[in-house]
């Protein structure tokens, strides 16, 4: 009896041993952040937090074994193109080394099993959602164009996220055309918002001490008419973007255009 117990016991503390959440404190955490992240840590992590991680897994599938597939497979198999995250933050963590040899399939199942179940924090999601509202917030106060709307998306943004992700599939010579379009689209908006600024401060200081309205009409107008500007290159940027992309690849950037 007292045999049987004691296998039992030590059977039960092998499994747990050997459970979702033990491997994933094993297996990971030297590398991604297993708690939710702070803000401010955000940019000194080595690896994306797994609060981020799962964050964009979900974003991009919505079958759980789609996800645990993906996460089995991505950590034996890594590649740029496969990531979920955007083409950017890759760039910045890199692509994470393959780790056979270093964790099974059948342990890797378990951990996909406890990623997919524990995260995102609601914690992180707050934060996330808070960051994204503060990044459009700063993008309308900081737009040269005179029409900010959802439906006019930021193709240059878009691509930088996306530019290497495989299910986007960009041919090295769309990559091409699409970096020249780039580059005048981000020159243009540039030279634009230079001469903007003073102009707009002038109006501001003018405002605050109590001028007349009249005395800024000629810095309105000009402050009008590079935004006008602002806004056809903003256009010009994504009908010529839209130009090069398949009628799939546009599908797969704005999925809200179909």
Same mark, same amino acid.
């Given at each position: +009896?007292?045999?049987? /117990? /004691?296998?039992?016991?030590?059977?039960?503390?092998?499994? %747990?041993? =050997?459970?979702? *959440?033990?491997?994933?404190?094993?297996?990971?955490?030297?590398?991604? +952040?297993?708690?939710?992240?702070?803000?401010?840590?955000?940019?000194? $992590?080595? #690896?994306?937090?797994?609060?981020?991680?799962?964050?964009?897994?979900?974003?991009?599938?919505?079958?759980?074994?789609?996800?645990?597939? %993906?996460?089995?497979?991505?950590?034996?198999?890594?590649?740029?193109?496969?990531? @979920?995250?955007?083409?950017?933050?890759? #760039?910045?963590?890199?692509? +994470?080394?393959?780790?056979?040899?270093?964790? !099974?399939?059948?342990?890797?199942?378990?951990?996909?099993?406890?990623?997919?179940?524990?995260?995102?924090?609601?914690?992180?999601? *707050?934060?996330?959602?808070?960051?994204?509202?503060?990044?459009? @917030?700063?993008?309308?106060?900081?737009?040269?164009?005179?029409?900010?709307?959802?439906?006019?998306?930021?193709? !240059?943004?878009?691509?930088?996220?996306? &530019?290497?992700?495989?299910?986007?599939?960009?041919?090295?010579?769309?990559?091409?055309?699409?970096?020249?379009?780039?580059?005048? !689209?981000?020159?243009?908006?540039?030279?634009?918002?230079?001469?903007?600024?003073?102009?707009?401060?002038?109006?501001?200081?003018? +405002?605050?001490?109590?001028?007349?309205?009249? =005395?800024?009409?000629?810095? $309105?107008?000009?402050?009008?008419?590079?935004?006008?500007?602002?806004?056809?290159?903003?256009?010009?940027?994504?009908?010529? !973007?839209?130009?090069? /992309?398949?009628?799939?690849?546009?599908?797969?950037?704005?999925? %809200? &255009?179909?």
């Amino acid at each position: +009896m007292k045999k049987t /117990l /004691l296998f039992l016991v030590s059977t039960t503390a092998m499994v %747990f041993a =050997s459970g979702g *959440t033990e491997l994933l404190n094993k297996k990971c955490a030297s590398c991604h +952040m297993l708690e939710a992240p702070e803000f401010h840590q955000i940019p000194t $992590l080595k #690896a994306p937090a797994m609060d981020a991680i799962v964050f964009h897994i979900n974003l991009a599938m919505e079958d759980n074994k789609e996800k645990k597939a %993906f996460i089995v497979d991505y950590v034996l198999n890594p590649a740029v193109g496969k990531s @979920v995250c955007e083409s950017n933050k890759v #760039a910045q963590f890199g692509v +994470m080394p393959s780790q056979k040899g270093l964790v !099974t399939k059948e342990e890797l199942e378990k951990i996909a099993d406890e990623m997919l179940a524990t995260y995102p924090h609601a914690k992180f999601k *707050t934060m996330i959602k808070e960051m994204q509202g503060n990044d459009k @917030v700063n993008a309308l106060k900081s737009s040269p164009f005179l029409v900010n709307h959802d439906g006019l998306p930021h193709m !240059t943004k878009l691509l930088v996220q996306n &530019w290497d992700k495989s299910k986007l599939g960009l041919t090295s010579e769309q990559k091409e055309k699409l970096l020249v379009i780039r580059k005048e !689209t981000l020159s243009a908006v540039k030279k634009i918002k230079q001469q903007l600024k003073p102009l707009e401060d002038e109006v501001a200081e003018a +405002m605050i001490d109590r001028e007349d309205p009249k =005395s800024v009409e000629k810095q $309105l107008e000009t402050i009008a008419k590079l935004k006008l500007e602002a806004s056809k290159v903003h256009l010009k940027c994504i009908a010529e !973007t839209t130009t090069v /992309l398949s009628e799939e690849q546009v599908a797969f950037l704005l999925p %809200f &255009w179909e």
